[in-house]
């Protein structure tokens, strides 16, 4: 199995990848992303709205890695949604990372005016300052809605998904387009039913890996790129270290028995988009 997943564009992105939602730029987002380069990661995961675009580009420019090396994505936030804010809030990732261009681009909630903020991703995407683009929190409904009137179509979709949310409905309104999954909350943000639930656990116990390693696997091996969190640096390096397995076509089989269709995050819900935009001002540009 590779550790890279080829995207509808060409581009390649690594399989597994440190997200840093929620870590403070504060000297703990340099660290995290420096630790995680030491241990094998080549993708990291920000946005705007994290607000610590540029310790992550910091780390990346100290580690003595070559840029090409690694694999970067981040997030045009709802507020600078619209065709001319849109151009201003890349532009100002771009100038946050300080990497020379972003490996990936992704529209981080579907509301307000998507359709203009996608034409300046396509048009970045032309000037080379955006390897990729794509789209995150689309469901069924609001990717048909917006995606067909895309001039360039998504790489990926990044939606929650894992083991007991597979998004088969989602997965069936992509394929044509060859629109990957980004898996967030791969572990299911730590569900017992998942983790301890007995298939995962037998096999762990046959492979001699931990319960996330084998949900990642299974991830991976549906062709999802995942986006796995821990605290814990033993399991931060063992969550990339699952190339040196491979689950049999049987137990794949067992472990999609597990979706129940439903995850935790609803963005057809009504007020969603308005309740985001309201509650999250990440500048005061306007
Ligand atoms: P911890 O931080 O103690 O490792 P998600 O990525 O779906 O949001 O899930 C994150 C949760 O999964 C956290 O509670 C994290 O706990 C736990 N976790 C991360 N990696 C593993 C692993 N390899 N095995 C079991 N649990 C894990």
Redesign the pocket.
Known sequence: MEKEVLLNDGVKIPAVGLGVFLIPNDGSTYKAVSEALKAGYRHIDTAAAYFNEEEVGRAIKDSGLKREEIFVTSKLWVQDFGYEHAKWGIEESLRKLDLGYIDLYLLHQPYGDVLGAWKALEEYKEKGLLRSIGVSNMTPKIYKKYVPEFRIKPSVNQVEC?PTFLQKELRSAMEKDNVRIEA???????DNNL?DNETVIRLSEKYGK????IILRFEVQEGFIV??????PE?IK??IDIFDFELTEDEMKEMEKLDTGKGTHDPDAPGVGESLLSRYKIHNKW
């Open positions: 894992n967030w909350y791969p572990l299911g943000h730590g983790l931990n319960v996330g390693q986006l796995p969190k821990s605290t814990n399991r063992g969550n």
